[in-house]
């Protein structure tokens, strides 16, 4: 596709419920990103793949954050139990290859209120 | 780790002044720095980009400049103009991006 992109844009979970956040990179792009972004902060990075492989989970928060890209090219998060503190903008970005200094590019956020 | 450090917080500039944005970061293995601009429930838009390679570059109206022995990095936009007003997001990268704090930019017509 022409850029990357994320569904649902908006998502209202009641607290307890689980949610999976899908994200489709920029075709033929090899890396995949997943930041968290709360309100008036910077993105937080959450976990990296290159193809199908988790290459970094380091910055999920918790067990209940789960990520998978299981063919190399379209990638879930989920989230199970989410609490109130899960509420943010889960931001996808993808780059063309797996070295580093590769633009990366950002979907528009699947923004997640937990109530 | 990386660890940005971006400063100001918040700027405020008369429309056709210079804004500068400052920003430190930790590991000497970062190589790559981006900038990327973000609008109110926009995704984050990338502005300009330096590498490791290079002291200084601009495009157009912004430009950036990079000091690797300090690790610092800074962000110009000459001539600003409304349309400038944003946050705006320094990064470091080495595979992965660690971002400033960000800086709200608001500028006055």
């Known amino acids: 596709g022409a850029g990357v992109s994320q569904s649902p844009r908006y998502k209202v979970a009641k607290r307890g419920q689980d949610v999976a956040l899908r994200c489709d990179p920029i075709?033929?792009?090899?890396?995949l990103f997943w930041y968290q972004q709360a309100l008036g902060q910077g993105p937080e990075f959450l976990t990296y793949f290159q193809n199908e492989a988790q290459l970094d989970k380091s910055g999920l928060p918790s067990d209940r954050f789960f990520a998978e890209r299981p063919e190399g090219s379209v990638s879930t998060l989920k989230i199970q139990r989410t609490q109130q503190e899960d509420s943010a903008v889960y931001l996808c970005?993808?780059?063309?290859?797996?070295?580093?200094?590769?633009?990366?590019?950002f979907g528009e956020g699947s923004w997640l209120t937990v109530v | 780790g990386e660890n940005v450090e971006q400063h100001p917080s918040t700027l405020s500039v008369q429309e056709g002044d210079s804004a500068v944005i400052k920003c430190t970061y930790s590991?000497?293995?970062?190589?790559?720095f981006p900038w990327y601009k973000q609008e109110l429930g926009k995704r984050p838009q990338l502005i300009i980009d330096?590498?490791?390679?290079?002291g200084e570059k601009k495009d157009q109206r912004i430009a950036v400049t990079l000091n690797k022995t300090a690790k610092h990095f800074s962000l110009h936009i000459t001539e600003t103009q409304p349309e400038d007003s944003a946050v705006y997001f320094c990064a470091a990268n080495d595979y992965k991006l660690s971002f400033g704090a960000g800086t709200t930019v608001t500028v006055r017509a």
């Open positions: 970005a993808s780059s063309l290859t797996g070295g580093d200094g590769n633009t990366i590019y």
């Open positions: 330096i590498r490791s390679n290079v």
């Open positions: 075709s033929g792009h090899v890396s």
């Open positions: 590991d000497s293995a970062s190589n790559y």
